[in-house]
């Protein structure tokens, strides 16, 4: 449940790796300050972080439940964020929640769900400590930026599905298949734009608010990190338009295509209703019929029912519908 948990100098440096139970001695020397980073941690640990931090009691109780909102909210001289994480498994995206804990001299990430482990982003803050030297809130930037980063990645990737599945879209017949699968795609899309729009709000704050916690050397870099969450959004809905459009496409395609077929199918029968209905005629069983005793009549009549029937097959021809 621990993933890492480190100590750092005020001046940006990695002191060293500590377990929970030390995180209380080392906040106790001067110029210092605690990242923890947990994977969802049971009730006991929360607990023993609390009372290392001395953390909200309800900010805790949120932080048990992975099931909140996108929020930032203060306690005292702490902020507690919840913001929504994404990952694309298996075509499909997974979703998760990661909880933040941010205090003077801490910061604590709990991860729930799908997320990528913040390793990566802790290593690319330790590689600039003169902006680490600022305290926990250039690893909060680092952590909001890593999320935000990953999310572009999955929009990317349903555009270059959607663009391997314009031969199917472009087909005349339907294909259900497809349309399920663009169908997926939207509803997923629409789940993530609901949990990216929240998160603007949530940095927008972030940017503006805090003084105590975020330096004003820093907000330059969290307006970075909205500039992001801004285009994943709008690339989001953007997606979503064009898989609405591909849905439409597909399903006019189809409609098209089956009016041709009527189309050509009522051209036929109309041809065949006009001998039909000669020969029907003919088919009567009247004693006089005036052209009975002509030796002339049969070869007449199919020649009329030839003629006819070639008259109606150039009219269609020409309305393009044969």
Known sequence: MVINCVAYRTDGTRLKDIDVDGISDVLEEPDTFVWVGLHEPD???????????DLHDLAVEDA???HQRTKVETYGDSLFIVV??????????????THIFLGKRYLITIRHGASLSY????????????????????????????????????????R??????????????????????????????????????????????????????IPDELRAYFRDVYDHVFRVNESIGAMREMLTAAINVNLSLVTFGQNEVM????????????????TSWYGMNFTHMPELDKPWAYPAIICMVAVLVAGIYTALKRARWL
């Not at 189309?263 to 000669?278: D, N």
Request: contains cysteine; proline residues 5%.
């Open 43 to 53: 009730e006991t640990l929360l607990l023993k972080l609390q009372e290392e931090f």
């Open 64 to 66: 048990q439940q992975a």
């Open 84 to 97: 929504q994480t994404a990952q694309l498994v298996e075509g499909h995206i997974a979703f998760g929640e």
């Open 119 to 158: 390793t990566p982003a802790r290593h690319l803050c330790e590689k600039t400590p003169e902006l680490l030297a600022h305290g926990p809130s250039y690893g909060l930037y680092g952590v909001l930026d890593f999320i935000v980063d990953n999310l572009l990645p999955i929009v990317r990737d349903f």
């Open 160 to 213: 270059e599905e959607l663009q391997e599945l314009e031969q199917d879209i472009f087909s005349d017949t339907f294909n259900r298949s497809t349309v399920r699968r663009l169908y997926d795609m939207q509803r997923e899309l629409l789940t993530l734009r609901l949990a990216v729009a929240p998160m603007q709000d949530v940095i927008s704050q972030l940017v503006r608010l805090h003084p105590e916690l």
């Open 263 to 278: 189309k050509k199918l009522a051209g036929w029968a109309a041809m065949l209703a006009a001998p039909t209905l000669i």
